[in-house]
């Protein structure tokens, strides 16, 4: 699960800085403390609304976020703001950190938390975020979505796969500037981490992806509703990722 990943990397790294406070952890910048917890953040969003013990869980982390921006600097500046990760920061963000991964494990635990509703995908969809997409991922990000809340698993993960590789090849032309229609997806991404610009995060949403559309391809393969909503968070936060990148 991406959470845990990134709460257990926030944790790793609070505690090497707390017992090794030479070895400096950067706040911002691709994969670090910050982002990580954005990420994090971004994600319990998606499905508090539908897990109650997750929202008071869900502004702790933003509280996080934002006081960690509003100190931490994006790079070393003599007598400017911090740019590594302090101490004390460290100890406290740590225990937090822990005490997160503990109540995430237990609230994904319980039955029928896992439920992406409509009021949390209307939020998602911004009419903003709409226009990012071109008309053919756009529909099929939305009939996704729509097989989601009707408890139709299949069709949803079916539908969303395809919107990840249609997105995957168009990172690739971008990237690489050769058409990708006639490579596989196992192909592009060879090929994508030959590429030093490529960040790991991007990668490892491509190779969940991937994974889980192999298995799709066995002829009786059905999803469940929890991994078709997993399938939606990894492509929700692919194209949040590649559109940022574009905006750069």
């Given at each position: 699960m991406q959470v845990a990943y990134n709460l257990g990397y926030v944790l790793e790294s609070c505690r090497r800085t707390v017992r090794l406070p030479a070895q400096l952890v950067p706040v911002k910048g691709d994969n670090f403390v910050l982002p990580m917890l954005r990420?994090?953040?971004?994600?319990?969003?998606?499905?508090?609304?539908?897990?109650?013990?997750?929202?008071?869980?869900?502004?702790?982390?933003?509280?996080?976020v934002d006081a960690l921006d509003g100190k931490y600097g994006e790079r070393v500046i003599w007598l400017g703001p911090p740019y590594h990760l302090e101490a004390v920061d460290a100890g406290n963000l740590a225990r937090d950190s822990e005490r997160w991964i503990v109540a995430i494990i237990s609230a994904y635990s319980e039955s029928g938390t896992i439920t992406i509703t409509e009021e949390a995908i209307t939020k998602l969809f911004t009419p903003k975020f709409l226009e990012t997409l071109d008309p053919l991922t756009r529909d099929d990000l939305v009939d996704g979505a729509s097989c989601i809340l009707h408890l139709l698993p299949t069709p949803a993960a079916m539908i969303l796969l395809r919107v990840a590789?249609?997105?995957?090849?168009?990172?690739?032309?971008?990237?690489?500037?050769?058409?990708?229609?006639?490579?596989?997806?196992?192909?592009?991404?060879?090929?994508?981490?030959?590429?030093?610009?490529?960040?790991?995060?991007?990668?490892?949403?491509?190779?969940?992806?991937?994974?889980?559309?192999?298995?799709?391809?066995?002829?009786?393969?059905?999803?469940?509703?929890?991994?078709?909503?997993?399938i939606f968070i990894q492509v929700k936060a692919l194209l949040d990722e590649l559109l940022d990148q574009d905006h750069r």
């Open positions: 990420q994090v953040h971004q994600i319990i969003l998606y499905v508090a609304s539908g897990t109650p013990s997750l929202v008071s869980l869900s502004q702790e982390i933003s509280g996080w590789e249609n997105m995957a090849r168009k990172y690739s032309d971008q990237i690489l500037g050769k058409a990708a229609k006639r490579r596989s997806w196992g192909r592009i991404l060879e090929e994508l981490e030959k590429r030093e610009s490529v960040k790991k995060s991007t990668l490892g949403y491509l190779h969940y992806l991937k994974d889980k559309r192999n298995e799709a391809e066995h002829p009786d393969k059905r999803f469940s509703q929890e991994e078709a909503e997993r």
